[in-house]
Every structure is written in structure tokens, then in C-alpha cells.
């Protein structure tokens, strides 16, 4: 149980297009999910949290109109790049907690996304 | 962001070695958490630590909670090729927070 799934698992894309990442909880509801940002070698850095039905939380020096973020259901949280440029390229990641165990985040496998 | 201080960043082994790793933060967490990544997949969660001075294992792997809550290691024992990847240590403030990661450390084994 517990599996969080991430659509696509790669993409590349154009300088100056958008594009939208899935973030899926396959078999629990996910109140809350969270995305982190990897760029190579380095570490996974926390750049939003988003709960069912409201607004994401950006950290700080995240461009919440560059990283939209939405949250539509329990199983379901979208992250779109807007306006990619080559900086963005990096290794998107998604967790989601659930109600009944909100002390464990679940990863999803990845995006990667390059920005030509 | 903030980043939790890891070392070693790299540690080259001998299958059968054992391996500790720890991490430190200025700051106070209420939860540590270990996890694994291998290349182009996502984080997969080791051990959690909920209590200030918790000793936990899974397996081979032992982790322990600082009791002044700002600090944490892992220890491998007999370590295998299969622990080859990329462990961060994590730390989280509040239940409903996302986490602060280590900056990781990259574990190689020769055998």
C-alpha cells in the first residue's frame, strides 16, 4: 500500500513552453502532498506544500506564478512549470501524506524534465 | 532552503564493512527520517525516528535520535552490494510539515 505515482517520468520541452507535472496517490487520500526539487548531485530541496481544496504554501525564494500548483482532489496534485527555461531543468518529486498517517510521506518516482 | 549538514558526503567500502553516517542541524527537528535513493528514482524511507534519544533497526540498518533532537546517524552493518545509492537524512519540525534534507551521502562498495 502506499503508492504515490508521478506522470510523466521524463519530459523535455522547449524554452518558453509549460509543462504539467501529475502527482497521483494510487491507493490511500492524500490531504496533503508536498514537491521537492533535485537538481544533479545535489539534494532534494522542499519547494511547496499543498492541502486538498486550498492554496499551496510556497517556501521561500519559490515563484509561486513560475510553480503553479494545484490540488483538485484527494489523489490527485498538478505542478505546472510556466514558462520553462533551461534553469528549470531538474528532478521534480512529489510525497503525499494521508489522513489516518500524516507522520509519513509517501515519494513518487520522479520527473525529470529538461528545458532545451 | 535550509539543509542539514551529512557526512561523510562519500564513502568508498568493502563488502562486509559496516557503514555510520550522521547528520547535524543548528536547528530543532521532532522527527528524523533516513532514506535511500538510487539514480532517477525517488527517495524510499529507511527509518523513522519519532522520540529523542530512540534507538531504531531494520535489519542491518540502526538509526538513533539525538537527544538534544538536532542530531542523528545510521548505521549499515555487514554492508552488501545492494546498499550501493544515496542515503539523506531528513528532519521534520511538525506533523503536517515537509521535510529538510541532508545533503547525502554517496556510498560505494567494492568487493
Known amino acids: 500500500g502506499a503508492v504515490v505515482s508521478q506522470h510523466p517520468s521524463w519530459v523535455i520541452c522547449k524554452s518558453g513552453t509549460s509543462v504539467k507535472i501529475e502527482c497521483r496517490s494510487l491507493?490511500?487520500?492524500?490531504?496533503?502532498m508536498f514537491w521537492y526539487r533535485q537538481f544533479p548531485k545535489q539534494s532534494l530541496m522542499l519547494m511547496a506544500t499543498?492541502?486538498?481544496?486550498?492554496?499551496?504554501?510556497?517556501e521561500q525564494g519559490v515563484e509561486k506564478d513560475k510553480f503553479l500548483i494545484n490540488h483538485a482532489s484527494l489523489t490527485l496534485s498538478t505542478l505546472t512549470v510556466t514558462s520553462a527555461h533551461p534553469e528549470d531543468s531538474s528532478f521534480y518529486i512529489c510525497?503525499?501524506?494521508?489522513?489516518?498517517?500524516?507522520?509519513?510521506?509517501?515519494f513518487g518516482p520522479g520527473t525529470r524534465l529538461t528545458v532545451l | 532552503g535550509q539543509q542539514l549538514n551529512q557526512s561523510p558526503q562519500s564513502m568508498f567500502i568493502q563488502e562486509g564493512e559496516d557503514v555510520s553516517m550522521n547528520c547535524t542541524s543548528s536547528?530543532?527537528?521532532?522527527?528524523w527520517l533516513w532514506y535511500k535513493q538510487d539514480p532517477g528514482e525517488g527517495p524510499v524511507l529507511l527509518i523513522a525516528?519519532?522520540?529523542?534519544?530512540e534507538l531504531t533497526s531494520n535489519g542491518r540498518l540502526t538509526a538513533q535520535f539525538g537527544i538534544t533532537r538536532k542530531d542523528s546517524f545510521l548505521n549499515i552493518s555487514a554492508s552488501i552490494p545492494s546498499d550501493v545509492g544515496i542515503y539523506f537524512c531528513?528532519?521534520?519540525?511538525?506533523?503536517?510539515?515537509?521535510?529538510?534534507f541532508g545533503k547525502g551521502t554517496h556510498l560505494i562498495i567494492q568487493p
Open positions: 510525497s503525499a501524506t494521508s489522513g489516518t498517517r500524516s507522520d509519513t510521506q509517501y
Open positions: 491507493d490511500f487520500q492524500a490531504t496533503t
Open positions: 499543498s492541502n486538498e481544496g486550498s492554496k499551496a504554501t510556497y
Open positions: 536547528s530543532i527537528f521532532n522527527t
Open positions: 525516528l519519532y522520540k529523542a534519544g
Open positions: 531528513a528532519g521534520r519540525r511538525g506533523g503536517a510539515d515537509g521535510l529538510t
